[in-house]
């Protein structure tokens, strides 16, 4: 199979997903067209893909799962038949159920799964945890899956005979739930830019008041912590501090990348 167009699709607070899906696309060789949907689907409504598209699909994970507002932006983009990869990007505890989640959503817009693949990055609420990562060794492995996928398109007329990877994770998927902590500012070093308010995914910081945080819509996605230029906005407290200190004992050992793709490619 020729391809003329990568569609990459991500959801990306941090900005780290991006960096993956990017990292995948460019060993296709088409056009790239990037539908960013970190801030809401495509405003022009449903997307749809045909003949000589591929659609790289790539999310974080949220309390092992496909975000709530990344899987609603998700079911715009239509494709019958076009073959999608998928990634899910995760801070080192675990992926449990966003990748099988994440193949339920695109296959419901009539995507087939081609290969998949589980990427670990700096975690975005607890940062100590994977501080460095995605690292040297991370990206060789992501470039040496995107180099997987290439050859087995490449390989095929009929990408309805590929074999649909069978992927880690539950059905039905795990309760998903919101996190306990929230970011908020610090009034000494806020300079009232207002790149937090304008750019959080949901719309949880009130322009008038930059250093706090609506908890009811805040999804710990830690956009502001990384557009925020003056350090002012992070997770605080002594609740947030106990809980940290357990996740890293928890959850610091290096996990590696986990990749679907048939035998033999």
């Not at 391809?3 to 296709?28: E, M, N, Q």
């Not at 070093?189 to 750019?199: I, K």
């Amino acid at each position: 199979m020729k391809i003329d167009r990568v569609h990459l699709v991500y959801f990306s607070a941090t900005f780290t997903t991006r960096k993956v899906v990017r990292a995948i696309g460019a060993a296709f060789g088409g056009e790239v067209v990037e539908h960013d949907i970190t801030c809401g689907g495509p405003s022009g409504g449903a997307v749809s893909l045909g003949s000589g598209d591929l659609l790289v699909a790539g999310v974080p994970v949220y309390a092992g799962r496909v975000p709530a507002q990344a899987a609603v932006a998700l079911r715009a983009f239509k494709g019958s038949g076009v073959p999608a990869v998928l990634v899910c990007v995760y801070g080192n505890r675990d992926y449990d159920d966003a990748l099988v989640e994440l193949q339920d959503i695109v296959g419901a817009g009539g995507f087939k799964t081609v290969a998949a693949g589980a990427f670990i990055a700096r975690h975005c609420i607890f940062p100590k945890v994977a501080a460095d990562r995605p690292d040297a060794a991370d990206m060789q492995k992501i470039d040496a899956f995107a180099a997987g996928c290439a050859r087995l398109l490449a390989g095929t007329d009929d990408v309805a005979s590929l074999p649909t990877p069978v992927l880690k994770g539950n059905r039905p998927y795990k309760q998903g739930g919101a996190s306990t902590f929230s970011p908020v500012g610090d009034a000494s070093l806020c300079d009232g830019c207002q790149a937090c308010v304008r750019q959080c995914p949901v719309g949880a910081i009130p322009t008038a008041d930059p250093c706090s945080t609506d908890a009811s819509k805040c999804i710990a996605c830690g956009r502001c912590l990384v557009v925020c230029h003056t350090g002012s906005r992070a997770f605080r407290g002594d609740a947030y501090k106990g809980f940290e200190a357990k996740f890293i004992a928890a959850f610091s050992a290096r996990r590696e990348p986990e990749v679907f793709l048939p035998a033999g490619v």
